[in-house]
């Protein structure tokens, strides 16, 4: 099930920093994760002294996009290229509608190859049954 990326901006207010571990355990993305989103540059935290990562309440959000767009089949060379838009300061909106849209056809496309071998099955049991009176 998608997660929506709003749903990761709720954050427990007393506390406006958290580290990898407790991240994970309070949203729906784990440690692994939350390292693969680092190391691929998809998202910055703070570094501790330990070498541990500490988010924001800010970053949630990021994580929050980045988990549904990779969910939602966005190829990470174009998350990449969609996290640049973002942190881009210059008007960016044209290319961030771009590639969504993209993305959307996509799935869209995807949809309907699903739904054409959904309906050869159902054509098929429909033959295999008019065999069996």
């Known amino acids: 099930m998608l997660q ?3 749903a990761l901006t709720f954050f427990i207010k007393e506390r406006r920093r958290m580290n990898t571990n407790e991240a994970s355990k309070h949203f729906p993305v784990s440690m692994e994760k939350l390292q693969y989103y680092e190391q691929n540059g ?10 541990s990562s500490n988010y924001k309440n800010a970053d949630f959000r990021r994580i929050g996009l980045i ?3 990779l969910d939602a089949g966005l190829e990470l060379n174009v998350l990449k290229e969609f996290v ?3 942190d881009s300061r210059a008007t ?3 290319e961030q509608i771009r590639i969504l ?3 959307r ?3 869209l496309d995807d949809i309907h190859d699903k739904q054409q071998s959904l309906d ?3 054509y098929l049991i429909h033959e295999i049954k008019k065999t069996e009176i």
Do not use: A, V
């Open 42 to 51: 998809l998202l910055e935290s703070e570094k501790l002294q330990d070498g």
């Open 67 to 69: 988990h549904f767009l």
């Open 84 to 86: 640049k838009l973002l």
């Open 92 to 94: 960016t909106k044209y």
């Open 4 to 6: 929506s990326p709003i």
């Open 105 to 107: 056809y996509k799935l």
């Open 120 to 122: 050869q099955l159902d």
């Open 101 to 103: 849209r993209k993305q």
